[in-house]
């Protein structure tokens, strides 16, 4: 598909990729765990069944919290999840492993059975995260510090990381994080939500939907369909070469979240990280990477870094960042795709500061470059996804809809959809081989 054709602004959308009034993130193990820009089940379903055959290994880039490869087992194939970071690996995990359903019930009974126990005295001397002293009330903490001391007696390792993911999806309501926003900050008047009742009403849910899907998958006969999570960079996976019959992903959205500041609760109550500077350093196109260059190798992102530079360089950095990042990630799709293969990208562009962030058009060119075929771009608007959705037009900030200078940052976005159409046998101009 060449560029100078393609004109998305003026694109149609196309309602078959709408979904409107599907609420298809309540099925199965889908709600398991709240996920920013949380991918729409009934889309992967959709995209599966139109570009991948049963035998495929289906690959996930940016696995996050794993729709992918939830929806991968119900249709009964094989999968691959990739994700840097470990609160979303654990996620992933614990929703694509259906457990027996007695087996869980009896270990959340006896959980539960040991409430009684606690006393608040015996835990308010120790010694938790800096950090986790300034998200929660005294109380608060001392309870987590039980749940999370109970849970890990759990000798069965699926099933302490079943509550353990039951257990990182309140923190959240159980802290003095404002509950309507992404953006780590205090809400002095909030609510506080006691963790007791709000592990038991969650765990009680989560409980139900694996039973679904265990019940389902077992008529199925797909209970025993591989499912293997990765903790590595997207840039560098260790898959193996021409192995991956299909890859279906969506890149996080340029300037729209620092991932590693959202899951800072769990990172720290797991003691997956000790800092969060150097957890936020790994992260793809983040800002706060070592990397100082703003040149691109594609031209229509090199205009836009040029552009919000004029404006903002901090962004400008971060943007250019996440297009070389980008860029890596596209030439480790081509190595690990079988010839033939489908790549579908799920994106969006953006505007920041009256700049136009054209990312579907910086990825088509990417991939062009990288050796594939785009075959189709398919527009459609996103009526459910959890992304902030306002920016000022002055400061580049995400704001309210009331704001005077408020407007729609992500209305709709675009499934890049390319294929390899051969194996090169020679170093091309990005490093293939």
């Not at 309602?15 to 193990?29: A, D, H, P």
């Not at 938790?128 to 390792?157: C, G, T």
């Not at 790549?343 to 054209?358: L, S, Y």
Request: proline residues 4%; contains cysteine; positive net charge.
């Amino acid at each position: 598909m060449k560029m100078k054709k393609m004109n998305l602004e003026r694109r149609n959308v196309n309602l078959e990729w709408c979904f409107k009034n599907t609420r298809s993130i309540e099925q199965f193990t889908h709600g398991y765990h709240r996920y920013p820009a949380k991918f729409l089940p009934n889309l992967v379903k959709k995209l599966i069944e139109e570009y991948t055959k049963p035998d495929d290994t289906i690959v996930d880039m940016f696995a996050g919290c794993g729709t992918t490869l939830v929806e991968a087992k119900l249709h009964g194939r094989k999968s691959i999840g990739v994700d840097i970071n470990p609160v979303a690996e654990l996620i992933a995990r614990v929703k694509t492993n259906p457990i027996v359903p007695s087996k869980l019930q009896d270990k959340f009974d006896n959980l539960v059975d040991g409430f009684g126990q606690f006393n608040s005295d015996n835990y308010k001397n120790i010694d938790v995260h800096e950090r986790l002293d300034y998200w929660f009330v005294p109380e608060n903490k001392n309870k987590i510090i039980f749940l999370n001391k109970e849970i890990s007696r759990i000798k069965n390792a699926e099933i302490m990381a079943f509550f353990q993911v039951s257990l990182s999806h309140i923190l959240k309501n159980c802290s003095r994080w404002l509950q309507s926003s992404t953006k780590p900050q205090i809400d002095p008047k909030k609510p506080i939500v006691d963790p007791f009742a709000a592990f038991i009403f969650h765990s009680k849910q989560m409980i139900k939907k694996n039973a679904e899907f265990y019940e389902y998958l077992e008529e199925k006969d797909f209970l025993d369909v591989q499912c293997e999570i990765k903790l590595k960079d997207a840039r560098k996976t260790s898959i193996p070469k021409n192995s991956v019959g299909a890859i279906i992903t969506s890149p996080p959205y340029v300037t729209s979240y620092e991932y590693a500041d959202i899951h800072q609760l769990t990172a720290y109550w797991y003691n997956y990280i000790t800092t969060l500077a150097d957890f936020r350093q790994n992260f793809i196109g983040t800002f706060y990477s070592l990397n100082e260059n703003i040149e691109c190798n594609s031209e229509i992102a090199q205009k836009i870094v040029n552009g919000v530079f004029k404006k903002d360089a901090r962004t400008a950095k971060e943007i250019a960042n996440y297009f070389k990042d980008m860029q890596s990630v596209i030439m480790e799709m081509y190595r690990i795709l079988r010839d033939n293969g489908y790549v579908c990208i799920v994106i969006g562009n953006t505007t920041f500061r009256d700049v136009k962030i054209k990312s579907t058009e910086v990825f088509v060119d990417l991939l062009n470059k990288s050796g594939f075929k785009v075959v189709n771009i398919i527009k459609r608007s996103i009526p459910h996804k959890l992304i902030p959705t306002i920016r000022d037009k002055a400061t580049g900030k995400f704001a309210k809809m009331d704001s005077a200078n408020s407007k729609l940052v992500y209305p709709d976005e675009y499934i890049v959809i390319a294929q390899k159409k051969e194996i090169r046998r020679t170093r091309g101009k990005y490093g293939h081989n």
